[in-house]
């Protein structure tokens, strides 16, 4: 089955500055990858996902970048802000079903 | 509704205790998952619907856990024997038709088994 790995497990950043979180997967037939923002005590919020189809994907400060072949992608937030701190989750569809595999998350911290 | 409701909220029961735990979706979304969040890590799958049948259940840790969606819409989790393990909080998402169209994730009922 599908493993996600991801890193940093903890990120601390100045506001303003850039933070990219990694994440790699196993099951080359993974199609589908979304990233959760988790404030504490929230529920995960979808905040930007990428087909396999697709290289790279923005949204205004936040752009995710997917290599196939090496079976790695990343979340790139630019220009960080306080609100911005929270657990944020990689996830990768298990292939060919409606499963999604979480890795283990990233929590952010963005200092004022 | 406009989002996805989860009930209880917190739910503290004790071992060896049966639950029963509910989400509502969002109307009109066919597909429903049932995750599991432990402390400080990712949610882990337990179960999806399409529908009014379980169309993966893979994700149910052993026969204590069941889940129901009788008329395609509500769904509810039921835990029989409640172990201390299974405190977590489980999280209830849908989408309108399937995966790639995004989750929305209820808040979530805590589960405590003391």
């Known amino acids: 089955g599908e493993n996600v790995e991801q890193h940093p497990s903890t990120l601390s950043v100045q506001e303003g500055d850039s933070a990219v979180i990694k994440c790699t997967y196993s099951?080359?037939?993974?199609?589908?990858f979304p990233w959760y923002k988790q404030e504490l005590g929230k529920r995960p919020q979808l905040i930007i996902d990428?087909?396999?189809?697709?290289g790279e994907k923005k949204d205004q400060r936040i752009a995710v970048t997917l290599n196939k072949t090496a079976k790695h992608f990343s979340l790139h937030i630019t220009e960080t802000q306080p609100e911005d701190s929270a657990v944020y989750f990689c996830?990768?569809?298990?292939?060919?079903?409606?499963?999604?595999?979480f890795g283990k998350g990233t929590k952010l911290t963005v200092n004022p | 509704g406009a989002g996805v409701s989860q009930t209880p909220s917190n739910k503290v029961t004790e071992k060896g205790k049966y639950v029963e735990l509910r989400c509502d979706p969002i109307?009109?979304?066919?597909?429903l998952y049932w995750y599991r969040q432990s402390l400080g890590q990712g949610p882990e799958f337990l179960i999806y619907?399409?529908?009014?049948?379980?169309?993966?259940d893979s994700g149910l840790p052993n026969d204590r856990f069941f889940a129901v969606r009788p008329e395609g819409s509500v769904s509810t989790l039921k835990i029989q024997r409640t172990e201390r393990g299974d405190s977590a909080v489980y999280l209830c998402?849908?989408?309108?038709?399937?995966?790639?169209?995004?989750?929305?994730f209820g808040s979530g009922t805590r589960l405590t088994v003391v």
């Open positions: 996830a990768a569809s298990q292939g060919g079903s409606e499963k999604l595999v």
């Open positions: 099951d080359s037939a993974s199609n589908y």
């Open positions: 109307s009109g979304h066919t597909a």
């Open positions: 990428i087909r396999s189809n697709v």
């Open positions: 998402a849908s989408t309108k038709k399937g995966i790639s169209y995004g989750y929305t």
């Open positions: 619907f399409q529908g009014t049948g379980a169309a993966d």
